[in-house]
């Protein structure tokens, strides 16, 4: 039987979701493909809207909306609210009818009922568990009951605010209904054709316990587990719980009962069982294909499948060019080099891969708007990796260390597939290009500059040169006419400028990164008495991010005191943007809008410096560091020639002066590099307004959502950018972004052997003890929520953030180490710092007392 509100689920397909619900359409997809599925139908979501309609419930709900935020005392009521209404409301008449035909064509009038949102099971948003299911229906008046309370779930506190928090709207939201023949199940379970543990694409995971599956969902029994790889079934991990209790039907519905005695410990499933199942499990991943979450019955040795749905939580594979027949360990590049988590802009993706690709004999792959670079070679190095692990320049130590674990992890299967290293020797010589070996003769002599030129006169010499080195690309962009020329020279100039001019700004400089260190030893041989040396790591001069946050602080002195307000066209904030505008939140990527054109976030900094009336504070604060870094050096050479040690006193005063007028240089290259991204993404833009003329794309700013070879392909690109655009945004959304990951699919999100009890022993990055409450941000964009004092709670920094310091007391980061950005600008500004706390941004809570110590990487929670 059909109507206008009932389908057989036998005739409806993914296609319908949008009418039916993605688990109804999930089924309808499955029995199609001849796997075993309970018969039934699906009352369509416009029976849901006839409901509402017909019971005035709309205009209510939109009342009892208006509002409602994300609280979780408030969201209850509300739903309590809504709830309420649905119980209250009469289905119409002809719905009615419809219900009663459906229910006449089932011989046994045992049903099950169960809920199908039209947004649900979706690969983009899993809203697993949130809407409810009925089980063991007997007659009519139960089923009204049931369909009522379906569509009520729609309005359930999970869902709810599920949607506040993901910004879902609730207009227009709808719910199908699933009304099938009940399966008393014998024995139930869960089936990922993945591994979400590991995110191992070639492994499954099965629970499986006795009765009907409720109690697995609702965590009442701990059910039996397997791993089992998915290739030859071999039972890889076994866990046989104790299964006390069971869902089980009763006369009218279902309840939890015990389990028999001689049950409890004995395995749910036989290995024959197992087999049989995930066979089937493999064809519906292949049927779907994207490995999947299936819940299955077994009654009288058959296995019924009552829902598929894509596992949302698994980091995308890299794509495969070896079959799988060989393990690959990658790492993700962008969060080793340069402790960014964020993905890149599918432009940005495709501009890194290909300079990647030039300077790197290994492989790049990419996934989730992230570059992973295959590092599997390093494990012949392995006389070397100690000095990886304890590498003081690392800028994220604890990638390194879990690079290194998996190496080591997987050290006798690599030994096994290792190629002889002479059949590397065309892969390492086609990088021995005429470009490369003009970029190292040329170096050479610049590394030496340090040590012939003053420090002033080196600083001008890496200014100028990186000067000249931006004017001219600027000279040759304004030269290009066709598309193909400007995707050449993006192409051609992406190794320039994200490599060869940065590097040779800090090939000027580089022997100030060993200064602090061999002052130190010169200080450690000649006194047992310990000098306060962090202080003189503050307030460096020629370091571009701290003088623009001075900068920032000198403007809101002006405005505050002629009494002006912050605009984009006032004079101090313009020139402001002339020096800095090309700056940007991940600014290595030339899809995201610079400072010049959304100058928003500068002027809500000066605005917040206003505010508070702090920026007189914040302005001797570092200048008194300043100055106290120049008498420490004095009071430690005062301290050497008081001994005798004239010599070595002369050599350390030259030490630790150049180390402060040099080190600070290091900010530079990553100044003049995005200065290069902003070029690119002019010429980007008007690659991006050609083919906006041209029909290709609805807007040029879609040009950062599709890669060269679309541009290259004369294809329309409006849906492509669209899609693009909407993955790139939900990938921004993403919590965790893994570490490392194999060529399997496995992923490793953090070191094993860092973490300690309490999980709040970090890296010290940053001297000092310090005591406030925790702000959690997501990005700069967030400063808003700052308050003077804050200790500042993020998964890393990049120079955009650097403005947020002069706020906070103290930093706390998941990620990066002694030598990233965060780390350098708060010992500069003095701020105690901590980096490499796991899960920081979810385990602490905004408000929270905490103590921060950037000697020992403590963090402790203070009860008050």
């Known amino acids: 039987m059909e109507s206008n509100y009932v389908k057989n689920l036998s005739n409806v397909s993914k296609k319908d979701t949008l009418e039916i619900g993605g688990k109804a359409g999930n089924l309808g997809e499955m029995i199609n493909s001849k796997l075993p599925v309970p018969k039934g139908y699906v009352l369509v979501a416009d029976a849901y809207r006839i409901f509402v309609s017909y019971n005035k419930i709309d205009k209510k709900i939109e009342k009892l909306l208006i509002d409602v935020e994300e609280n979780n005392e408030i969201i209850e009521k509300t739903s309590d609210s809504i709830k309420a209404l649905f119980n209250q409301g009469e289905i119409p008449e002809d719905l009615i009818t419809e219900i009663d035909k459906l229910y006449d064509n089932f011989e046994n009038t045992k049903l099950a009922v169960r809920s199908s949102a039209t947004l649900e099971d979706s690969i983009e948003t899993s809203f697993a568990g949130q809407y409810d299911s009925f089980l063991n229906i007997k007659d009519k008046e139960q089923l009204y009951n049931c369909i009522k309370r379906c569509w009520s779930s729609l309005w359930n506190i999970e869902g709810l605010s599920y949607r506040l928090k993901n910004n879902i709207s609730n207009d227009n939201l709808d719910i199908g209904v699933i009304i099938q023949e009940f399966i008393p199940g014998e024995k139930s379970g869960v089936v990922f054709t993945s591994n979400p543990i590991n995110n191992r694409r070639d492994q499954m995971l099965i629970n499986s316990s006795w009765g009907l599956g409720e109690a697995i969902v609702s965590g009442k029994v701990t059910p039996d587990l397997w791993v089992i790889e998915k290739k030859n079934y071999n039972i890889l991990e076994e866990e046989i719980a104790s299964k006390e209790f069971m869902t089980a039907q009763k006369e009218n519905g279902v309840e ?218 600027e000279q040759k962009s304004r030269k290009l006419q066709t598309l193909e020329e400007r995707i050449k020279f993006i192409e051609k100039e992406s190794v320039v400028v994200y490599y060869y001019l940065p590097l040779k700004i800090l090939y000027h400089v580089i022997d100030s990164i060993t200064y602090l260190d061999k002052a130190k030893k010169i200080i450690n041989e000649n006194f047992e008495t310990e000098f306060d040396l962090h202080k003189i790591e503050k307030s460096l001069p020629n370091n571009v991010t701290t003088e623009m946050g001075i900068r920032l602080l000198k403007i809101a002195k002006i405005l505050d005191e002629s009494n002006e307000k912050p605009t984009r066209n006032n004079p101090e904030i313009k020139n402001f943007l002339k020096e800095y505008g090309h700056r940007a939140y991940l600014e290595i990527d030339p899809g995201i809008p610079r400072w010049s054109e959304e100058p928003e976030y500068i002027i809500n900094l000066i605005k917040s410096y206003i505010k508070d009336k702090s920026y007189n504070e914040k302005i001797d604060k570092f200048y008194n560091n300043k100055k106290e870094a120049e008498e420490i050096i004095e009071d430690i050479c005062f301290s050497f020639n008081e001994k005798g040690l004239y010599k070595e006193s002369k050599k350390l005063q030259k030490i630790l002066n150049k180390y402060r007028k040099l080190f600070g240089i290091r900010e530079f290259p990553k100044f003049m590099m995005v200065k290069g991204v902003k070029i690119f993404r002019e010429v980007l833009l008007d690659i991006g307004k050609e083919l906006k003329d041209n029909g290709r794309l609805d807007n040029k700013e879609d040009v950062f959502f599709i890669d060269i070879a679309d541009i290259r392909s004369e294809k329309k690109l409006n849906k492509v950018a669209l899609d693009n655009r909407k993955r790139y945004n939900e990938e921004l959304k993403r919590k965790s972004v893994p570490r490392v990951v194999t060529s399997t699919g496995e992923t490793f999100f953090h070191s094993k052997n860092i973490k300690n009890s309490s999980g709040n022993l970090g890296i010290p990055i940053s001297a000092g003890v310090y005591e406030g409450q925790v702000r959690i941000l997501e990005s700069p964009k967030e400063s808003y929520k700052l308050k003077n004092g804050d200790i500042l709670v993020a998964k890393s920094t990049n120079p955009t953030w650097t403005p947020l310091f002069l706020e906070i007391g103290g930093l706390i980061t998941e990620m990066g180490g002694p030598m990233s950005h965060g780390s350098v600008v708060a010992r500069e500004y003095g701020i105690p710092a901590v980096s490499g706390i796991s899960d920081a941004t979810t385990k602490y809570k905004d408000g929270q007392l905490i103590r921060i110590n950037g000697e020992t990487g403590e963090v402790e929670l203070i009860n008050v």
Request: aromatic share 12%; charged share 30%.
């Open 256 to 473: 939890l009962k015990s389990v028999a005695t001689e049950n409890t410990k004995e395995p749910s499933l036989l290995k024959s069982e197992l087999i049989r199942l995930l066979e089937f499990c493999r064809k519906i991943e292949e049927y779907f294909g994207y490995p999947q979450d299936i819940e299955w019955i077994n009654y009288k040795n058959n296995f019924y499948f009552v829902q598929s749905r894509p596992i949302t939580t698994l980091f995308p594979k890299l794509e495969s060019d070896n079959n799988d027949k060989e393990i690959k360990i990658y790492v993700n590049f962008l969060l080793l080099d340069k402790v960014i988590h964020e993905p890149l802009t599918p432009i940005g993706v495709d501009i890194w891969k290909t300079f990647l690709t030039k300077i790197i004999p290994f492989d790049v792959k990419s996934a989730a708007g992230r570059l992973f670079v295959d590092v599997t070679e390093i494990s012949r190095l392995e006389r070397w990796w100690n000095r990886l692990r304890n590498n003081p320049y690392d800028m994220d130590p604890i990638t390194t260390k879990t690079i290194l674990e998996v190496l080591e992890r997987e050290r006798n299967l690599i030994r096994k597939q290792r190629k002889p290293f002479v059949t590397l020797i065309p892969t390492l010589m086609k990088f021995l290009n005429p470009s490369f070996l003009k970029f190292i003769f040329s170096s050479i002599p610049k590394a030496a500059y340090g040590k012939f030129l003053s420090p002033e006169k080196l600083v001008d010499k890496v200014h100028n040169y990186g000067e000249k080195q931006i004017s001219l690309l």
